[in-house]
């Protein structure tokens, strides 16, 4: 059977009852069954450490954004989150790898955060193979030193390993392999799913078992986050659509910005030294300067809206429900590009 991407599809149009963009809401609320209940607009920055930094975080988080921090960067987290009120738990996600340092980490930074009062909401474990017993293992050990935490976890493609993960005390499943725009896992390893195709049906096999999914991967411009929605996806996470503006991080060279996968070699070499069993499965690009980031996130917020007044769409939870895609054999005219 066919399965499709993003670019494979568009949205049909319908009747509105809507008269403004203004009357569009981009908040969701969610209620996780390990018991937090969260409100804000689905959209993460990824964990990359060419994408997410406390500048990045402070600007998603005036537009009530979520960002998923490096798991390199929780020791600096913990010196920098308590001392600022600025900081709301809700606009960030912690992360952490499946070794047992890691997991050992990320906890112990938790409770550090809880001993200032800052109850944090969310850890990511998050690796490029979410269908390891490593992943359920370093789920189950997070659960039970903090039963309430939401808790996210990928990444996968497929809807039994979303319903595995949600058993093993998952709330979020992150759904997404080779999709990304420095991945290069589907030209390595030959491994991957089509990014719509595996959202419209994780996503039906998450909601039946009681969770949530985030579409990780292959957003190149906003139609791709409404698509994501329109598919079913909860959250959308986004790398190279939030990397190279005036507040990322990465090195910079001549005005521009590095952007990298964290499964390059640039990654690697800086952060786990040789590995001779392992190959480059990502890739770095340099990236032209892009401005604010804050010109950006409007741009998201008003495509999303564009598209929820074609759809009669009054937020984004409603995307689901009202989007009805059609095959197409050319996306968009590209004459002048």
Known sequence: MLKLDFRDVLIVPKKTSLKS?????????????SGKTWSGVPI??????????LETCKVLAEHNFISCFPKHMNEMLMHTLFEAEMWRPDTYMLSCGTSRQDVNRVI???YKLFNFDIDATFICVDVANGYTKEVKDACHRIRDYIPDIVLVAGNVVTPDAVVDLIDSGVDIVKVGIGSGSVCETRLK???????????LECSHAAHSAGGYIISDGGIIHPCDIVKAYGAGADFVM?????AGHDESPGEDIDGNKLFYGMASDMAMNKYNGSCNYRTSEGKTVVLPPKGPLELTLRDIEGSIRSACTYTNSKSIGDLQKNV?????????????N
């Open 189 to 199: 390893a030959g491994v991957g799913y089509p990014q719509l195709s595996a959202v």
């Open 108 to 110: 112990d930074v938790a």
């Open 44 to 53: 993460i920055s990824s964990n990359m450490d060419s994408v997410t930094n």
């Open 324 to 336: 009805e895609f059609i095959r197409v054999n050319t996306h968009h005219n590209t004459s002048l």
């Open 238 to 242: 986004c790398g190279s659509m939030f």
């Open 21 to 33: 963009r203004k009357d569009v809401s981009l908040h969701r609320t969610i209620k996780f069954k």
